[in-house]
């Protein structure tokens, strides 16, 4: 549908007496009247007054029905009395004159007296775009705001830096040596880092400094202050302002969480952009026989598949050194999980087709294990997360990353935590394959 865009005068307009701003319908003197006493009016006012009327926006009309060359405003009404008020505040009544022609003496820029407008045909017309314009997100049509973290960097980038700025050259660092995934950083709460980044003793447990130019510099170990920065990202998006709000709570704060956190080794190292981990970390004892460990798959593994192709692919993830091989691992890995998805489909008699995505093939025998018994809901909670978050770690998402991208850089860590997901899911599909009658191809 083509728009009907016209540049109007201001006097031309009138205002909507049945805006639902308004509490009852009201005269168009006693509609400006109260606008003038509302605060954000003259807000707004002043801000006309310093840059203009915003590019981005256009006023919303309809032709009035009895008055020629009239024009009710469906959106737009505060902007019109800002622009009346400015113009002639006189009309502002007593109380509020003397504020507006203040405003106005004040200009920086000629105060409008034309707006661009789209004239819609009837209110009908123009009633989806005002509903989506004051309905919120609308789940992602509408205007989506900007979060405090997303405000503060657009003002870090235009030269406007504020108090986040600290903050936000902590992540960007975080995420220049991939300490954390752009989507871990997108979670961090930026006036939580802002609160922790303030504080010098708090610095100097993350082993940081700042300058006079706010970027944090590691004054210690990088691989210690690496590990203990990206536990406190990560536990940020579920801490509570209370827990970091005064000196002490951010010392009990920190105690609590570096204290919990794994040895002091390299933080997975993943590229901006690629899936991380969405598990919990494996306990104390589990991490202590991990770091022992070499091997993908550990070599007391006892699963032996009877397909020749994937009993060479275990026996070779049993022996590869995964942390001077990492890559040679996750390519492994992932064929050995697609061959064993199809074998266990094909040994149960499960119609499928070889188009089908991997991720549909191991949610039908992910069913099927449950249904069978073999498995039970919690056995199965690490294969369905993958399922539904497609940035998790055993998602079929990332498997393929670890293949098909240039960008993906598996390390030995984190395929050690694939292995500990998937394996009680890996032992009951070859059990059932072991024992077809039928072995296939």
């Known amino acids: ?19 639902p701003r308004l509490p009852e319908k009201l005269a168009q003197s006693a509609v400006l009247l109260r606008l003038a006493h509302d605060r954000k009016t003259r807000v707004l006012a002043e801000h006309i007054a310093k840059f203009g009327l915003n590019p981005l926006d256009r006023t919303a009309v309809i032709e009035h029905q009895d008055l020629h060359d009239r024009f009710v405003v469906l959106e737009g009404n505060r902007r019109l009395a800002a622009l009346r008020l400015l113009h002639n505040p006189e009309s502002a009544g007593v109380l509020a004159r003397s504020r507006y022609s203040g405003i106005a003496t004040k200009a920086v820029v000629p105060i409008p007296s034309v707006v661009r407008c789209v004239v819609f045909t009837t209110r009908d017309d123009g009633d989806v775009w005002i509903r989506l314009r004051h309905s919120g997100e609308a789940n992602g049509a509408g205007l989506v705001p900007w979060n405090a973290q997303q405000a503060a960097r657009y003002n870090e980038r235009t030269g406007h830096g504020d108090q986040h700025t600290a903050a936000l050259n902590l992540l960007d660092l975080a995420l220049e040596k991939r300490w954390v995934s752009e989507q871990e950083a997108r979670k961090v709460k930026i006036s939580h880092l802002t609160r922790l980044m303030g504080d010098k003793q708090a610095r100097a447990r993350l082993g940081l400094e700042v300058g006079a130019d706010r970027r944090p510099r590691i004054t210690g170990d990088q691989v210690v202050a690496g590990t203990a920065i990206r536990t406190v990202l990560v ?3 579920t801490t509570k302002v209370r827990e970091i709000y005064l000196q002490e709570d951010r010392e009990k704060f920190l105690n609590t969480v570096l204290a919990a956190e794994p040895s ?5 190292a993943i590229p901006q952009g690629s899936p991380r981990s969405g598990m919990a970390a494996p306990s104390s004892s589990a991490s202590r026989g991990q770091a022992e460990r070499k ?11 009877n397909h020749a192709r994937c009993r060479d692919l275990v026996r070779e993830l049993k022996t590869l050194d995964a942390t001077e091989y990492p890559n040679s691992a996750a390519v492994c890995f992932r064929v050995l999980f697609e061959l064993s998805v199809d074998r266990y489909l094909k040994a149960s008699g499960i119609p499928y ?19 069978s018994g073999r498995l039970s809901k919690e056995e199965l ?9 497609q940035d998790h770690i055993l998602s079929p998402n990332t498997l393929n990353f670890f293949v098909h991208s240039p960008l993906a850089f598996p390390n030995h860590r984190m395929l050690l935590r694939v292995w500990e997901g998937v394996a009680p899911f890996f032992r009951a599909v070859w059990q059932v394959v072991n024992s077809s009658p039928t072995q296939p191809d």
């Open 381 to 389: 909670q690490p294969v369905r997360k993958a399922l539904q978050d």
């Open 264 to 268: 002091a080794q390299p933080p997975s």
């Open 235 to 237: 536990t940020l998006p």
């Open 295 to 305: 091997s993908m798959i550990p070599p007391r593994e006892r699963t032996c598949p």
């Open 1 to 19: 549908m083509e728009l009907d865009q016209r540049e109007l005068p201001i006097e031309n307009l009138l205002f909507d007496e049945t805006n």
């Open 353 to 371: 087709s070889e188009e089908d995505p991997l991720k549909k093939r191991t949610g039908k025998v992910a069913e099927d294990l449950q249904k």
